[in-house]
């Protein structure tokens, strides 16, 4: 679950339904939505602006996957060059009878609290990420880091490249991801391709949890694809 939400983190659009404003960036950055605005996906989170600075998210496969979830992003700081947020959430996957998951990547459940800190040079946004999640059944305590470049190429496109790690209690230095995607936009249409190296985000064999060499169950590499609107 965390790596289907870790796989949304790709993309959104100005308020007009293009990439005009290179700081309107909002999933994986600082910024937050405006009030009353709501951006929806067929992957990606949907997200709904409470307030100009509480951004609030949702993910509704992990809803069909019976993981309640919600996470929230305060906007602390905001200037043209470098904005500042407080990113906070949880999840938990509610109990099926009869079904035992014991794949140590999907914890039964999970908090998590960030900072996050977007700074904008033209037409290029960096962004970093350093945060603690706690994890329940099994426990662990996780320290995530990550780092997004986001390239505004002109009013309809835009590239972005992200990577990140976790460090682990026990596990140690763990789940190392990446991603490049291509977003196009047709007014509020928009159109995410590209490709992610990491563990695939759901379990398609065994609950076993080999190496991406091991077993092409788990590849290292794998397409992303996704349609989102916003409004």
């Known amino acids: 679950m965390k790596a289907l939400i870790g796989l949304a983190l790709a993309l959104s659009e100005a308020a007009q339904g293009t990439f005009d404003q290179p700081s309107e960036v909002v999933l994986g950055t600082a910024q937050t939505l ?8 067929v992957f990606s989170p949907v997200a709904y602006g409470i307030n100009d600075d509480l951004t609030l998210f949702i993910h509704p496969i992990s809803l069909a996957l019976l993981t309640p979830n919600g996470a929230f992003r305060w906007r ?6 470098v904005r500042v947020a407080a990113a906070f959430g949880g999840a938990a996957t509610l109990p099926i ?7 140590p990547r999907r914890p039964l459940g999970h908090a998590d609290i960030a900072l996050v800190t977007t700074a904008t040079a033209g037409n290029w946004l960096f962004t970093a990420r350093a945060g603690y999640q706690r994890d ?39 789940a190392p ?3 490049l995607t291509y977003v196009h936009a047709w007014g509020q249409v928009h159109l995410a391709a590209g490709i992610a190296y990491g563990e695939y985000p759901l379990s398609l064999e ?12 788990y590849p290292c590499l794998w397409p992303v694809l996704d349609i989102f609107w916003r409004f």
């Open 76 to 81: 602390l700081y905001d200037d043209d060059r």
């Open 34 to 41: 405006e009030q009353g605005e709501l951006m929806i996906g």
């Open 97 to 103: 009878s009869g079904v035992v998951d014991d794949d």
């Open 177 to 179: 991801s990446a991603m």
């Open 206 to 217: 065994s609950r076993a949890l080999p190496k991406c060499s091991q077993s092409w169950s």
């Open 136 to 174: 329940f059944d099994p426990d662990e305590d996780d320290f995530d880091w990550s780092g997004i470049i986001d390239w505004v190429v002109g009013p309809s496109s835009l590239i972005q490249l992200q990577g990140g790690a976790q460090v682990g209690r026990v596990s140690g230095l763990h």
